[in-house]
T-cell receptor, first 115, second 118 residues
Framework: AQKVTQAQTEISVVEKEDVTLDCVYE???????LFWYKQPPSGELVFLIR??????QNEISGRYSWNFQKSTSSFNFTITASQVVDSAVYFC????????????FGDGTTLTVKP | GAGVSQTPSNKVTEKGKYVELRCDPI?????LYWYRQSLGQGPEFLIY????????DSGLPNDRFFAVRPEGSVSTLKIQRTERGDSAVYLC????????????????FGEGSRLTVL
């Protein structure tokens, strides 16, 4: 069975601080996908990134970066120079390779960025 | 609009009643997913359609839940004899394809239908 753990339930930072959201996963599959989604107060989940299990390169997109370490089964998400608009619930998710849209989600981390 | 549309946005019903929730995916998306999100938790997979057929319904909690997608576009999630434990936000998502081959990796979610069973 697959499992995703986001140990940080809530994080609060002041604007311009860097913040890292942790994600640890469990799976018996050798190939899989990992995802991060953002859920703002409006409720609509917004896709941020997908990672294949065989690609451990870190990725940067603007102020966002992702660190995938297969050895520790972690897929952490860092926001650099946080902004108030980053306030949301962030979900990490895992799916197997045969049905990538069928994901197991963590319980999310609520990020609050204060001005 | 261009996104995934879900109706109603809010539904309050009494225990034992029948409920239908509708999802209109992005045009051209062949794959459609239903998830359920309880308060303070992440979404849980319910069912996946590829075209008109339910390719994977392993997440449906029991036989009170049923979903259809008769023409390969709009889908309806049906809940019979609702119980208080069914209260949640029901999310629909679509993507160009459902499988691994050629899939862009992006699911597009709607804003959800909030179901409250009194």
């Amino acid at each position: 069975a697959q499992k995703v753990t986001q140990a940080q339930t809530e994080i609060s930072v002041v604007e311009k601080e860097d913040v890292t959201l942790d994600c640890v996963y469990e799976t018996r599959d050798t190939t899989y996908y990992l995802f991060w989604y953002k859920q703002p107060p409006s409720g609509e989940l917004v896709f941020l990134i997908r990672r294949n299990s065989f690609d451990e390169q870190n990725e940067i997109s603007g102020r966002y970066s992702w660190n995938f370490q297969k050895s520790t089964s972690s897929f952490n998400f860092t926001i650099t120079a946080s902004q108030v608009v980053d306030s949301a619930v962030y979900f990490c998710a895992l799916s197997d390779y045969t049905n990538a849209g069928k994901s197991t989600f963590g319980d999310g981390t609520t990020l609050t960025v204060k001005p | 609009g261009a996104g995934v549309s879900q109706t109603p946005s809010n539904k309050v019903t009494e225990k034992g009643k029948y409920v239908e929730l509708r999802c209109d995916p992005i045009s051209g998306h062949t794959a459609l997913y239903w998830y359920r999100q309880s308060l303070g938790q992440g979404p849980e997979f319910l069912i996946y359609f590829q075209g008109t057929g339910a390719a994977d319904d392993s997440g449906l909690p029991n036989d009170r839940f049923f979903a259809v997608r008769p023409e390969g576009s709009v889908s309806t999630l049906k809940i019979q004899r609702t119980e208080r434990g069914d209260s949640a936000v029901y999310l629909c998502a679509s993507s160009l394809r459902g499988g691994a081959n050629g899939w862009t990796g992006e699911l597009f979610f709607g804003e959800g239908s909030r179901l409250t069973v009194l």
